[in-house]
């Protein structure tokens, strides 16, 4: 065993040693004094910074969460000789063991924070460090589910060839809440990570010579960048990148990027033909962890070179918005999925955007969806609170497809809402253009009506009768019911529509029909009601159905009583009326008859006797 590992291990036995006389020493002070617990605290001893360290050390403490993974960062500087092949792990060790009194006895109390598991104390290979360098590590350990919240100082074992080994420390603090990814994310939320060609001259290259030069990238952050990429855009066209793409890669790549570090990512660039005189912006884009377990996370940014190759036709002069020339983006077309859009539902808006120049690129793209608002109030609403999207470049007439989920207010009136989209980009000769274009969103509302109570009047009527119904129908939504339509059918009525008109928000139309039984009622009485209506298109609308109880019976007609129990049942005696009136009748009109006949005899009598006297006279 090294010299170095046997002496660190005789001198944390002796501090174990001290901690438990300490501890036994406590011991029996709590013992004397009746009514106060032991203080134990499984940091004592074990969390004092770990300044005296021979090759590590941190600006940040790792963090890490109870029952997860974490990764415990760190940089190793070989000091006074080259580490090769060098080995890291955590170290062994039962420093965070503690004597306890449970119960009745004492107890070895291990408060080691993390899982003890066949990977644990396994080394991990970093490669080669020289004498003077720096080299960033990170080894992962899965914490206990019980580890007490607070700082830890781990042990860490470094070998390498040789014979070298050493023993450091990194306090790590240990949380049981999810402070960790807040961290992260608020590590994100203060800007970029990176700062592009820091303390560097601008390139400058002469066609057609090759040019060499390096971009510098520096960590300016507190946390280590792990599994960095470097990636360099390119561009066919002439007016944008000036160098000849000769790769079919120009990714440069860092196993880890920690605080404070810069690396230099190399390039040689053939500088094309047909490149102008002038500064060409060339945009990178860099993806990093925060861990190695961790999200990707991307950064962008640009570096400027110089080329003198031929002059443009047309110098720029001062600038003059009026003078540059900038690309035309536009909105080619939009829809949303669903199509029609419903206040208080989700959709998402879909746009194809287009730049409409023809010669004139944009780059750099960012599009800011901005709702109207009523009342102060925005129309349409993101999980996020905003929603800005990214769009790296479009070329003369390309299009391209960008996607925003939103949520359409519950309480706006049904109308088109507008949503503003404001363009910031990039062009040759004109750098953070501005525009803005807005879409129109119509926005529906659900149609809701309700019914007042049912009143029908009889409630049983025979086949033929008619009956009387009568109700209200509320209009409770925020849209007008068009040509409202009430139908009555049955087996046992005839079909009846009842036509009610437009119905206001907030307003009620009244229902009057009359129904007629054509049939006996054969079931339970109930008779559909069916309400319809149209919308301000004039499509029919899902109908809303209600009921009610109608009975029809059949007339019975009049009958004798029959025979009870097998006895005759007397007839009524008819009246005096009812018995003579034939005779009465009869007998009247033959009176009348002989006084007609008696009446014209003496009249004929009257008449001859006065003839007689006449003859008489004239005898005379």
Not at 603 to 612: D, L, M, T, V
Request: hydrophobic share 35%.
């Amino acid at each position: 065993m090294n010299s170095r590992v046997k002496a660190w291990l005789r001198e944390r036995a002796g501090r174990l040693c001290a901690a438990v006389s300490v501890l036994l020493a406590a011991v029996c002070i709590t013992a004397a004094l009746p009514g106060r617990a032991m203080a134990s605290d499984y940091r004592l001893g074990y969390s004092t910074e770990p300044s005296n360290n021979d090759y590590i050390f941190t600006t940040k403490s790792p963090r890490g969460n109870v029952g997860k993974s974490m990764n415990i960062s760190f940089r190793v500087r070989a000091t006074d000789e080259d580490m090769n092949n060098l080995q890291v792990s955590l170290a062994e060790t039962g420093d965070f063991q503690q004597i306890e009194e449970r119960g009745e006895g004492d107890y070895m109390v291990d408060y080691y924070p993390f899982e003890i598991l066949e990977t644990t104390f396994v080394p991990k290979n970093v490669g080669n460090v020289k004498k003077g360098n720096v080299k960033s590590v990170s080894i992962s350990a899965r914490v206990r589910r019980d580890a007490l919240q607070g700082y830890y100082s781990i042990p860490i074992l470094l070998e390498w060839d040789g014979g070298g080994s050493d023993i450091d420390y990194v306090n790590v603090w240990i949380s049981t809440s999810s402070d960790t990814s807040q961290d992260e994310e608020e590590d994100l939320k203060e800007g970029n990570y990176f700062v592009i060609g820091e303390n560097q001259a601008t390139p400058r290259g002469v066609y057609p010579n090759v040019v060499n030069f390096g971009v510098n990238f520096r960590n300016k952050r507190e946390t280590t960048a792990q599994d960095v990429t470097i990636h360099m855009g390119l561009s066919e066209d002439d007016t944008k990148f000036p160098f000849e793409i000769n790769e079919g890669n120009y990714d440069r790549t860092y196993a880890r990027v920690a605080n404070g570090e810069t690396v230099t990512a190399s390039y040689s660039m053939a500088i094309r033909k047909d490149s102008y005189t002038g500064y060409y912006p060339i945009p990178f884009t860099i993806t990093f962890r925060l861990s190695s377990e961790g999200d990707l996370h991307t950064e962008e940014g640009t570096f400027y070179v110089h080329v003198t190759s031929k002059d443009k036709e047309d110098d720029l002069r001062d600038f003059d918005a009026n003078d540059r020339t900038r690309a035309r983006l536009i909105v080619d077309s939009y829809y949303t999925i669903p199509e029609e859009v419903y206040a208080g539902d989700e959709f998402e808006l879909v746009l194809n955007m287009k730049n409409a120049s023809s010669d004139v690129p944009a780059s750099n793209i960012l599009f800011n969806l901005e709702s109207e608002k009523v009342s102060d109030s925005a129309v349409f609403t993101t999980e996020s609170g905003t929603s800005s999207l990214v769009v790296n470049s479009l070329s003369p007439g390309q299009t391209t497809e960008v996607r925003a989920k939103f949520t359409a207010r519950a309480g706006v009136d049904q109308r088109s809402y507008g949503i503003t989209v404001k363009e910031k980009y990039d062009s040759p000769e004109f750098k953070n253009a501005e525009e803005s274009i807005v879409v129109d969103i119509p926005v529906k509302q659900y149609a809701r009506l309700s019914t007042s109570n049912i009143d029908v009047m009889p409630d049983s009527i025979t086949v033929g009768g008619e009956s009387n119904v009568m109700f209200g129908i509320n209009n409770t939504g925020k849209v007008i019911l068009y040509n409202v339509t009430v139908s009555f059918a049955g087996d046992s009525i005839r079909p009846v529509d009842s036509y009610v008109g437009n119905i206001k928000p907030g307003e009620t139309g009244n229902v009057d029909a009359m129904l007629m039984g054509t049939a006996a009622t054969m079931d339970d009485g109930i008779i559909p009601i069916t309400i319809s209506y149209e919308d301000e298109n004039g499509n029919a609308c899902e109908p809303v159905t209600r009921e009610m109880t109608l009975f029809v019976t059949e007339e019975m007609p009049q009958e004798w009583d029959v025979p009870v129990d097998g006895e005759a049942v007397m007839e009524e005696e008819p009246s005096f009326w009812d018995r003579y009136k034939f005779v009465i009748l009869g007998g009247g009109g033959l009176c009348l008859a002989a006084a007609a006949v008696f009446a014209i005899r003496l009249r004929k009598k009257k008449k001859a006797s006065g003839e007689e006297e006449e003859i008489e006279d004239e005898d005379i």
